[in-house]
């Protein structure tokens, strides 16, 4: 069957404009997460979905990042006003259920920022 | 704060050695922990959790509360095990995870 999708799978972007990644997790899978890797770093987990539940929004990096997601269906990141630091991988995973629940792994969006 | 460690950036053996990729974690409840791997040109993916109990192309993992480590262990280290590691920790009380920063494992020839 149809595995985690992310796009778009590279972007290239200036300095100061804002960006939208998008992903589409397996059908039927009640949580998502999204992840950041920077270059030779582990992943940092930004945010997670569960259902129709508010999400903890903490882990975000700064207040120029914000994410949503539509029922259990697709889910965007939105980076606004991008900074040079922001350039990384971003990963986004569903599971059947709740955190914990084995993840699946999109194949990730290369964010470069010049 | 909760906190995955994998001192290891990188380790190599030859085929046929033991490998043991360390993990320590700092948790203040009940941590669930996984492995996921990433072989070349191919998606994060579980390995093995630490409820299960089972073993995975020969890996194992044992929980060790009192250490606060989960280490992943192999006997005989195969060529097609060369990958990135990720140990990681699922915490249920704030909907979060966390992964440490990942060791490659170089199994040579």
């Known amino acids: 069957g149809a595995g985690v999708s992310q796009s778009p799978s590279n972007k290239v972007t200036e300095k100061g404009k804002d960006v939208e990644l998008r992903c589409d997790p397996i059908s039927g899978h009640t949580a998502l997460y999204w992840y950041r890797q920077r270059l030779g770093q582990g992943l940092e987990f930004l945010i997670y979905?569960?259902?129709?539940?508010?999400?903890?929004k903490s882990g975000l990096p700064s207040d120029r990042f914000s994410a949503e997601r539509t029922g259990e269906s697709v889910s965007t990141l939105t980076i606004q006003r991008t900074q040079q630091e922001d350039s990384a991988v971003y990963l986004c995973?569903?599971?059947?259920?709740?955190?914990?629940?084995?993840?699946?792994f999109g194949p990730g969006t290369r964010l470069t920022v010049l | 704060a909760q906190r995955v460690t994998q001192p290891e950036k990188l380790l190599s053996v030859f085929k046929g050695a033991p490998v043991e990729l360390k993990c320590n974690y700092s948790?203040?409840?009940?941590?669930?922990l996984f492995w996921y791997v990433q072989y070349s040109r191919q998606r994060l993916q579980l390995l093995l959790r630490?409820?299960s109990r089972e073993s995975i192309k020969g890996f194992t993992a044992d929980l060790n509360k009192g250490e606060t480590s989960f280490h992943l262990k192999k006997p005989f280290a195969q060529e097609e095990d060369s990958a990135m590691y990720y140990c990681?920790?699922?915490?249920?009380?704030?909907?979060?995870?966390?992964f440490g920063s990942g060791t490659k494992l170089n199994v040579k020839p």
């Open positions: 995973a569903s599971s059947a259920d709740r955190v914990g629940d084995t993840q699946y």
């Open positions: 630490h409820i």
């Open positions: 990681a920790l699922g915490s249920y009380n704030f909907n979060k995870f966390y």
């Open positions: 979905f569960q259902g129709n539940s508010a999400p903890d």
């Open positions: 948790y203040s409840g009940s941590p669930e």
